[in-house]
């Protein structure tokens, strides 16, 4: 990544198109948009300096999430200009508490927003999710929540509770693929957020794992913050084969 993307902390596909990656860093409110094999970036202010910890795409809006729980939405048609001037903010649709995962479905004009640390959870038994669509009825919020025991069944590597940086769902299998830098770990759960396995991420391959996408051919994307070795990056894993 560009020294500008050193702290990347989301990232995002529109419609499943991997040739241009959409992303945002948790220190500045812009989003930043680049092409592999290509180290210049372009980027569009939507706001102030902030901690934003995740972007999706859903229809023709950018949605960035900052780790209040707030939400900043922007047409697409703005990413072209050095600054947005239809940036809309949304705030108290969520809880207070600390927030770093979304992920945006187009078949159903839904937002996916997980909890990463908050007063209503406890860390150690079970994880809260919100759905709901901001542009229609941001009044009208569902939950669900991940359970803590059917990760630790798996790996140990939850024993001081799970907290989520980033959520994605494959395209190929309809299965949820919930991302942590803390506890270092790749949960995947099927379409109705039971546990089917966890993956332990290497420290040395994985800095700091905070953003995950797939495209629309199955990749998978998992970004990383860079560190004082390393620069931030994007891993892409291509689908096993059957």
């Known amino acids: 990544m560009p020294e500008s993307l050193f702290e990347i902390s989301g990232i995002t596909f529109r419609n499943g198109n991997s040739d241009t990656v959409y992303a945002v860093q948790d220190e500045e409110g812009k989003l930043f948009r680049l092409g592999w094999k290509n180290n210049r970036q372009l980027h569009t202010r939507f706001a102030r300096k902030g901690d934003y ?12 999430l900052k ?20 940036t809309r903010e949304w ?16 078949a159903t004009d839904d ?8 007063p209503q959870d406890d ?10 669509n901001p542009f229609k009825d941001s009044t009208n919020v ?18 001081r509770g799970f907290r989520p940086s980033g959520i994605a769902k494959n395209p190929e299998t ?25 993956f332990p991420l290497n420290g040395n391959v994985f ?6 996408a797939f495209d629309k051919a199955g990749n998978l994307y998992i970004s990383n913050e860079g560190d004082d070795l390393s620069n931030g990056n994007i891993l892409k894993f291509k689908p096993a084969a059957h």
């Open 91 to 106: 705030k108290k649709i969520l809880p207070k508490g600390e927030y770093e995962g979304m992920y945006a479905d187009n």
């Open 111 to 118: 937002l996916y927003i997980l909890c990463k640390k908050c």
């Open 207 to 212: 800095i700091q794992p905070e953003g995950i």
């Open 174 to 198: 309809g299965d949820w693929y919930i991302l942590s830098a803390v506890n270092k770990l790749l949960v995947v759960t099927d379409k109705n957020w039971k546990v089917k396995d966890a």
């Open 53 to 64: 910890e995740d972007v999706a795409i859903l229809k023709d809006q950018a949605v960035i």
């Open 123 to 132: 860390s150690k038994d079970s994880v809260t999710g919100y759905i709901f």
């Open 67 to 86: 780790s209040n729980g707030f939400l900043y939405t922007l047409p697409l048609s703005e990413t072209v200009f050095e600054e947005s001037e239809q």
């Open 142 to 159: 569902k939950t669900f929540s991940i359970q803590v025991d059917e990760i630790k069944a798996i790996t140990g590597k939850v024993s």
